[in-house]
DNA sequence: CTGTTAGCGCCTTCAT
DNA sequence: ATGAAGGCGCTAACAG
């Protein structure tokens, strides 16, 4: 039995191709009756348009492409199930890539998107190079960068407000009574360890607090846990009192770190994680961090291409959008 | 700058567009020279093929589906992860969806992947119906299950060994010393809860141990730990000295249940997980758990989905693949 | 309001 | 070894 096209719809219903089109596209021009019909019998039918043919004609494709740094990554899997959702509910379908952070691998990945006609794109950059957005800007594919941004390249993003989630924890630690205060800050060509090192600045400084600047270590994202980092820094004299983490992955290397000198998480060393991934809270000191709304921003996300989209080589208003974090004060700290 | 098509690529050439389809496509009845040339010409122009007029004419779309109970968890992140490498590396595309563990979400899963035309798909299903499967079985889509499996449908699948792994888990637990030993499930549909529960069964048998009823649990796969659980098994006396888990997740609720007993995990419960995902390391108590190959799983399943899209509608044999996990010991038994 | 016509880019006969 | 013609299923332009 072959797929059911619009011609048998046509025939089952009497009438042209074309007023099947019409009737099952919501165009205008024809008559309520027959369209009702006609939908009636698509129904029966069961009906599924070639999402070929309809691509080859309109060049529209309903498939979006998410490229992302590492699927494995608690982050981008949460930003990955909110794009999923919200794209699924408006009939856009999605065709994952997944770069393993390697700058060679968003070049391809990019250049697969393009070959795969998808509508429009949504990527969290590597940033070691911006030379494949770049490019991509000059084609007319709609993208949207996630997560990540560039601050000499103008583009679309939606991220979360890092200069001020890095503050917040930053003066949280403060309040607390700590001056010590170290951070385990991602690659430095990651603009959120850019945004959250001056975050973690203004704050010391606000409080009048001087900075040391051997407290500010980098630590690599794939890795996912600071453990060798956090060895380092503790053996320094005199040793922080408290460290803000670029993500929960590094928190969780810092507390092994930590046991292994024999300190007790906040009461010798205060903990502050980002992202707030679920294991988080199930520390056996559960964590403090910062809390991103990832499910909020993959759906942020989409939105937003859609809207690039709809407007097409429309001069559309660069779309900036940083979404707020919220501290979540646990026992770390 | 429109899209170069092999119009352009013949024009060029000053050859038929036909001629260009020889040369690309590696047809034979072409004069290697002007072959030559038009590949050639086709890289300069940066000519793509168009997915879509290729789709429509072939019906063939290097595209597939995969279908996942929950990208959140690891787990299936570790799967897609190694889907995506191996099915990118062989031109295939891959469209995700994911369905919450819920079965109406399978439904319309797979309905849209009907309709998206995929070559094939990659379903984790949900197993608490399996009309869907079942229908798919009926349609000529080929398909290979994930992780999961039915005993009494038979379709091509890539699984671990369960009741091996469990079997193995328990053993582990007795030679240590355990008699006591609990079974903290995930729910009972799923193909991997049933064969747990069956080798924990058979080692226990084995070794003469009677099986307290009480100390064979069932959770929820997707709150994803085992807190509650574990509290009111720990509440029964007397008490198990060992647990094994449905996965990690479930692992790091019992350890925290017992944290707040003041078990001392190792010494006053043994706790074996399951999956050996990233953060079983870093635990205070390093956990011991069940490895499962999850990448390779994804490699697997999409070499055996390959297989089967190559033979198409052909009687192929069916594939029944059960890979071998690993018992990873650390401190936590 | 409805039907006819003409492709979208590619591949597959069938001629040459 | 190459070219010409036809059509995959759909949509958009133009008639009526």
């Given at each position: ?24 596209n919501d165009k205008p021009d024809i008559n309520p009756q027959t369209k009702k019909e006609i939908l009636q019998i698509a129904e029966e039918l069961n009906y599924q348009p070639n999402r070929f043919a309809k691509g080859l004609r309109s060049s529209k494709t309903s498939t979006l492409g998410v490229i992302v740094a ?188 930590a046991r292994d000198e024999g300190l007790k998480i906040s009461d010798d060393l205060a903990v502050v994680g980002y992202d707030d991934i679920f294991f988080a809270t199930c520390l056996e000191v559960p964590l403090t961090t910062v809390r991103i709304p990832k499910k909020k921003m993959g759906k942020k996300a989409f ?31």
């Amino acid at each position: 039995m072959d797929r059911v096209t619009m011609e048998d719809v046509a025939e089952e219903a009497g009438v042209s191709i074309n007023t099947v089109s019409r009737a099952l596209n919501d165009k205008p021009d024809i008559n309520p009756q027959t369209k009702k019909e006609i939908l009636q019998i698509a129904e029966e039918l069961n009906y599924q348009p070639n999402r070929f043919a309809k691509g080859l004609r309109s060049s529209k494709t309903s498939t979006l492409g998410v490229i992302v740094a590492d699927i494995l990554n608690p982050f981008f899997s949460a930003l990955l199930k909110g794009i999923e959702k919200s794209a699924r509910e408006d009939g856009y379908s999605i065709i994952v890539q997944d770069t393993d952070e390697k700058y060679e691998n968003e070049q391809s990945a990019i250049q697969t998107a393009l070959a795969e006609q998808v509508d429009g794109l949504l990527i969290s950059p590597v940033q070691t190079n911006d030379q494949t957005i770049m490019d991509l800007r000059n084609s007319d594919l709609p993208f949207v960068l996630l997560g990540r941004h560039f601050d000499d390249l103008e583009t679309h993003y939606v991220v979360t407000d890092d200069v001020k989630g890095a503050k917040t924890a930053v003066n949280h630690l403060i309040e607390k009574g700590h001056e010590r205060i170290a951070l385990i800050n991602g690659p430095s060509h990651i603009s959120s360890s850019k945004e959250r090192l001056r975050g973690y600045r203004q704050a010391m400084k606000n409080h009048g607090l001087s900075i040391n600047e051997s407290f500010i270590l980098e630590d690599n994202v794939m890795i996912e846990h600071g453990y060798e980092t956090a060895k380092n820094l503790l053996a320094k004299t005199p040793s922080p009192t408290a460290v803000l983490c670029y993500s929960d992955f590094v928190a969780l290397g810092v507390i092994k770190a930590a046991r292994d000198e024999g300190l007790k998480i906040s009461d010798d060393l205060a903990v502050v994680g980002y992202d707030d991934i679920f294991f988080a809270t199930c520390l056996e000191v559960p964590l403090t961090t910062v809390r991103i709304p990832k499910k909020k921003m993959g759906k942020k996300a989409f939105k937003t291409l859609k809207t690039l989209i709809g407007h097409e080589e429309n001069v559309t208003e660069l779309q900036k959008i940083k979404l707020e974090t919220e501290l979540v004060s646990r026992q770390s700290t």
